[in-house]
């Protein structure tokens, strides 16, 4: 029903297959398809006219006759218009030459500035710099008690000031002072929401910038936003001059077209996206992944560089040993599944694969997230014996499991099915049989 | 003046004071860029009307009901029903009355107080705001009201309920962060009917409509108020950041299946942004607009009626 922008894409280059060449007919359908595709995914309508021609203009001309199959050359075509606007690469973050570096986060009411800048206050501290947070919203209800309670969850330092001074210029000032008498590299600014076209908040803004001068002044946008994306990001732009751009919430399902807008109108790169709740949910933003996952590649790079930080190396070499040598028991088992949890929560991972075959089915299934606590307390109920060799448990054994765990003996009998399918599969997978089988596989937890 | 997804809007004379002596800031809505399109444009070509589409689409209000809107107009033009471009304002002006008159719905009666009314969205849409300004509404019309701060997530969510619950003069009933919403949620209730209050309007924390776990949370509060109080709850509001463009209408849809939404606030009218999200969210899901946001303050949450709305814009 909701498609996303890239199964839109798919189908549009699945009828284009079979069809010899590009021809002005069957490109002006894809087109009108992708221009559909991308003002649903809430891209700006302009964007998307200039896009679109960019687009056109490129598939019509020299660059037609080539060794690709149309849908391939139409692939590649946007993807490389997208990227074009997006930038070609990942943007970094600045530092002031003389520390503290001051950073800003900016944005309209509700875009997510105060979970922002502990999350960035999170990761700056996790790369090596001393970040001093400080909330100079004198404004909304609590704003000041929200960035206090979510630095002290994360033990980071935050400036709090006198509990009197609604000054957001002397509050600003302040902690950029505390920041150099204790030796703080950054200072981060959570500021205020505001309207564009609320004169006298953004005039506050320009003063708070001209005192500070802040090396960063990010953004903070809303990845549900829809066509007025262009006009708020313009306006931030041309009164404060922005730096960057955090873009918050992708993790929902929104197609995230407001990146695209944005970029655009005010040139300024997207420096990073909000992923999810948690104070680590914030990755730097990769224009390239981000356009490839729009065309339904998938954002495998994510997720590799995702797995290469929670998966234990020299365990996963001993894990293709075992299952080559058909050693792979419970205990393996559990333990691949609680690699499996510290990537995150499974929607998340399952949003960063490419969205065809096998995963496409994935997409829609509901992952539940108490059923792996469940087999996991399975497991941890047998003993070691059990554990090592399923062919010794029997009946009450079973009965015993169950109640130790505290499921039932159907729970433990589908647990040790599954076990002994993902034996097998992973047996055929390694004797170099990948291919049709994997997509009859019944995972567990994907009920 | 206000700014709203068609033009502007005449609120209540006393707000209308209000608002004149305030800001002056002149945007261009819906109706307005439609008027620019048109001027000077007597001849009805397949040029003009793509461009009247892409008017509608610049509003939010998306593709496919923008395009049916058009196919519509289109259709009445090829049947020689409509000779000049300067009749196209009012008919596009009539399709959209028609979508937010289907959509109407009544407030809900409740015989017994309290009434109880639950507010949902997803992150940074404006709930505790909301709720702010309509505990203030309700204690102006006399009501007496009991906030519930069932948002136990959001790091100082309950202290700024407290606050808007200290400026409109009515007592928060709040646990712990962390605690269960619907143990909140089952004290404040028990609390409103010991105090025979009038109003029940209950905080609840922003999720993302993907999270199907979250959303199983919104299901359990809505069957723990049922058990309380016969019928309750009898409003559940969704608020949704007028800026939201096209995911506003899965987060209807997906807030209606879990929490059965009644009505729509929409939020931050008094920027830029349209909301047009909503004409696609009435015409698909039947949801009326209950109120709009359109300021910072207390006053700034109007109700909302379609005919004196469209009237406005398009007869004056």
Same mark, same amino acid.
């Given at each position: 029903?909701?498609?996303?922008?890239?199964?839109?894409?798919?189908?549009?280059?699945?009828?284009?297959?079979?069809?010899?060449?590009?021809?002005?007919?069957?490109?002006?359908?894809?087109?009108?398809?992708?221009?559909?595709?991308?003002?649903?995914?809430?891209?700006?309508?302009?964007?998307? =006219?200039?896009?679109?021609?960019?687009?056109?203009?490129?598939?019509?001309?020299?660059?037609?006759?080539?060794?690709?199959?149309?849908?391939?050359?139409?692939?590649?075509?946007?993807?490389?218009?997208?990227?074009?606007?997006?930038?070609?690469?990942?943007?970094?973050?600045?530092?002031?030459?003389?520390?503290?570096?001051?950073?800003?986060?900016?944005?309209?009411?509700?875009?997510? =500035?105060?979970?922002?800048?502990?999350?960035?206050?999170?990761?700056?501290?996790?790369?090596?710099?001393?970040?001093?947070?400080?909330?100079?919203?004198?404004?909304?209800?609590?704003?000041?008690?929200?960035?206090?309670?979510?630095?002290?969850?994360?033990?980071?330092?935050?400036?709090?000031?006198?509990?009197?001074?609604?000054?957001?210029?002397?509050?600003?000032?302040?902690?950029?002072?505390?920041?150099?008498?204790?030796?703080?590299?950054?200072?981060?600014?959570?500021?205020?929401?505001?309207?564009?076209?609320?004169?006298?908040?953004?005039?506050?803004?320009?003063?708070?910038?001209?005192?500070?001068?802040?090396?960063?002044?990010?953004?903070?946008?809303?990845?549900?936003?829809?066509?007025?994306?262009?006009?708020?990001?313009?306006?931030?732009?041309?009164?404060?001059?922005?730096?960057?751009?955090?873009?918050?919430?992708?993790?929902?399902?929104?197609?995230?077209?407001?990146?695209?807008?944005?970029?655009?109108?005010?040139?300024?790169?997207? =420096?990073?996206?909000?992923?999810?709740?948690?104070?680590?949910?914030?990755?730097?933003?990769?224009?390239?992944?981000?356009?490839?996952?729009?065309?339904?590649?998938?954002?495998?790079?994510?997720?590799?560089?995702?797995?290469?930080?929670?998966?234990?190396?020299?365990?996963?070499?001993?894990?293709?040993?075992?299952?080559?040598?058909?050693?792979?028991?419970?205990?393996?088992?559990?333990?691949?599944?609680?690699?499996?949890?510290?990537?995150?929560?499974?929607?998340?991972?399952?949003?960063?694969?490419?969205?065809?075959?096998?995963?496409?089915?994935?997409?829609?299934?509901?992952?539940?997230?108490?059923?792996?606590?469940?087999?996991?307390?399975?497991?941890?109920?047998?003993?070691?014996?059990?554990?090592?060799?399923?062919?010794?448990?029997?009946?009450?054994?079973?009965?015993?499991?169950?109640?130790?765990?505290?499921?039932?003996?159907?729970?433990?009998?589908?647990?040790? =099915?599954?076990?002994?399918?993902?034996?097998?599969?992973?047996?055929?997978?390694?004797?170099?049989?990948?291919?049709?089988?994997?997509?009859?596989?019944?995972?567990?937890?994907?009920? | 003046?206000?700014?709203?997804?068609?033009?502007?809007?005449?609120?209540?004379?006393?707000?209308?004071?209000?608002?004149?002596?305030?800001?002056?800031?002149?945007?261009?809505?819906?109706?307005?860029?439609?008027?620019?399109?048109?001027?000077?444009?007597?001849?009805?070509?397949?040029?003009?009307?793509?461009?009247?589409?892409?008017?509608?689409?610049?509003?939010?209000?998306?593709?496919?009901?923008?395009?049916?809107?058009?196919?519509?107009?289109?259709?009445?033009?090829?049947?020689?029903?409509?000779?000049?471009?300067?009749?196209?304002?009012?008919?596009?002006?009539?399709?959209?009355?028609?979508?937010?008159?289907?959509?109407?719905?009544?407030?809900?009666?409740?015989?017994?107080?309290?009434?109880?009314?639950?507010?949902?969205?997803?992150?940074?849409?404006?709930?505790?705001?909301?709720?702010?300004?309509?505990?203030?509404?309700?204690?102006?019309?006399?009501?007496?009201?009991?906030?519930?701060?069932?948002?136990?997530?959001?790091?100082?969510?309950?202290?700024?309920?407290?606050?808007?619950?200290?400026?409109?003069?009515?007592?928060?009933?709040?646990?712990?962060?962390?605690?269960?919403?619907?143990?909140?949620?089952?004290?404040?209730?028990?609390?409103?009917?010991?105090?025979?209050?009038?109003?029940?309007?209950?905080?609840?924390?922003?999720?993302?409509?993907?999270?199907?776990?979250?959303?199983?949370?919104?299901?359990?509060?809505?069957?723990?108020?049922?058990?309380?109080?016969?019928?309750?709850?009898?409003?559940?509001?969704?608020?949704?950041?007028?800026?939201?463009?096209?995911?506003?209408?899965?987060?209807?849809?997906?807030?209606?299946?879990?929490?059965?939404?009644?009505?729509?606030?929409?939020?931050?009218?008094?920027?830029?942004?349209?909301?047009?999200?909503?004409?696609?969210?009435?015409?698909?899901?039947?949801?009326?607009?209950?109120?709009?946001?359109?300021?910072?303050?207390?006053?700034?949450?109007?109700?909302?009626?379609?005919?004196?709305?469209?009237?406005?814009?398009?007869?004056?």
């Amino acid at each position: 029903m909701f498609d996303n922008l890239s199964e839109k894409l798919q189908r549009v280059f699945k009828n284009l297959r079979g069809e010899g060449k590009l021809t002005a007919e069957n490109m002006e359908s894809a087109l009108r398809e992708i221009r559909v595709a991308l003002l649903e995914a809430d891209v700006n309508f302009k964007v998307v =006219k200039q896009l679109i021609e960019g687009v056109k203009s490129k598939a019509m001309g020299e660059e037609v006759l080539t060794s690709f199959s149309p849908s391939q050359q139409v692939i590649k075509i946007v993807r490389d218009e997208m990227i074009k606007v997006l930038g070609s690469h990942a943007s970094k973050v600045r530092f002031a030459n003389a520390p503290p570096s001051v950073m800003f986060l900016v944005g309209l009411q509700g875009s997510g =500035k105060t979970t922002s800048t502990a999350k960035l206050g999170r990761w700056l501290s996790r790369n090596g710099h001393s970040p001093l947070l400080v909330s100079v919203d004198v404004y909304r209800p609590a704003a000041r008690e929200q960035l206090r309670v979510l630095a002290n969850e994360l033990r980071l330092p935050v400036y709090t000031g006198e509990a009197d001074d609604h000054q957001p210029l002397s509050l600003a000032k302040a902690a950029k002072r505390e920041a150099m008498q204790t030796g703080r590299d950054v200072v981060l600014v959570d500021t205020a929401g505001r309207l564009h076209i609320d004169d006298e908040l953004m005039v506050e803004l320009s003063e708070l910038k001209s005192s500070l001068s802040p090396v960063e002044i990010l953004f903070v946008a809303d990845a549900m936003t829809g066509q007025d994306a262009v006009k708020s990001a313009e306006a931030f732009h041309q009164r404060l001059g922005i730096t960057g751009v955090i873009l918050t919430k992708m993790d929902g399902d929104a197609r995230g077209g407001a990146a695209l807008s944005i970029r655009h109108v005010t040139g300024q790169p997207l =420096k990073f996206v909000g992923v999810g709740e948690k104070p680590d949910a914030l990755e730097p933003f990769h224009p390239d992944r981000v356009a490839s996952r729009i065309l339904g590649m998938g954002d495998v790079l994510s997720f590799i560089e995702k797995a290469e930080e929670a998966i234990d190396k020299k365990k996963a070499e001993e894990m293709q040993r075992k299952l080559i040598e058909n050693e792979f028991t419970l205990e393996d088992f559990r333990d691949q599944i609680r690699q499996l949890k510290k990537l995150g929560p499974l929607e998340s991972i399952l949003g960063m694969m490419p969205q065809v075959g096998m995963f496409k089915e994935l997409k829609n299934v509901k992952v539940d997230e108490q059923e792996i606590t469940r087999v996991v307390a399975i497991i941890d109920s047998m003993t070691p014996k059990e554990r090592a060799n399923h062919m010794i448990i029997n009946g009450s054994r079973r009965r015993r499991i169950a109640r130790g765990s505290g499921t039932s003996v159907q729970e433990v009998n589908q647990l040790l =099915k599954q076990y002994g399918q993902a034996r097998k599969m992973m047996k055929e997978i390694s004797g170099g049989m990948m291919g049709k089988k994997l997509g009859k596989l019944k995972l567990p937890f994907f009920g | 003046m206000i700014q709203t997804l068609f033009g502007s809007v005449e609120p209540e004379p006393s707000l209308l004071e209000r608002l004149k002596a305030g800001v002056e800031k002149t945007r261009a809505g819906l109706a307005s860029r439609i008027e620019e399109t048109l001027t000077g444009r007597k001849v009805i070509d397949a040029e003009l009307l793509e461009e009247l589409e892409y008017t509608l689409i610049s509003a939010d209000i998306g593709v496919r009901t923008s395009t049916e809107i058009l196919d519509r107009i289109r259709q009445r033009v090829d049947r020689r029903l409509v000779h000049d471009a300067s009749e196209l304002r009012s008919l596009i002006g009539e399709q959209l009355l028609e979508i937010l008159q289907g959509a109407e719905r009544p407030l809900p009666r409740v015989s017994d107080p309290p009434a109880v009314v639950m507010v949902v969205g997803v992150n940074g849409s404006g709930k505790t705001t909301t709720i702010g300004k309509l505990a203030q509404r309700y204690r102006g019309e006399g009501h007496s009201v009991l906030l519930c701060a069932a948002d136990t997530f959001r790091a100082a969510a309950i202290e700024q309920l407290e606050v808007w619950g200290q400026r409109a003069g009515c007592e928060v009933i709040r646990q712990k962060p962390g605690a269960d919403p619907s143990a909140v949620l089952f004290d404040a209730l028990q609390a409103a009917k010991a105090r025979r209050v009038d109003y029940v309007i209950v905080d609840t924390a922003g999720r993302l409509q993907t999270k199907s776990n979250l959303m199983a949370e919104l299901e359990k509060m809505r069957r723990t108020a049922g058990r309380v109080i016969d019928g309750a709850p009898h409003e559940v509001l969704l608020v949704l950041d007028g800026t939201t463009g096209q995911n506003g209408l899965e987060q209807a849809r997906r807030f209606t299946e879990t929490s059965g939404v009644t009505g729509l606030v929409l939020t931050k009218l008094d920027g830029t942004a349209k909301g047009g999200v909503v004409v696609a969210i009435m015409r698909e899901l039947n949801l009326p607009i209950r109120y709009v946001g359109v300021g910072e303050k207390a006053e700034d949450l109007l109700p909302f009626e379609p005919e004196s709305f469209i009237r406005s814009i398009f007869e004056a």
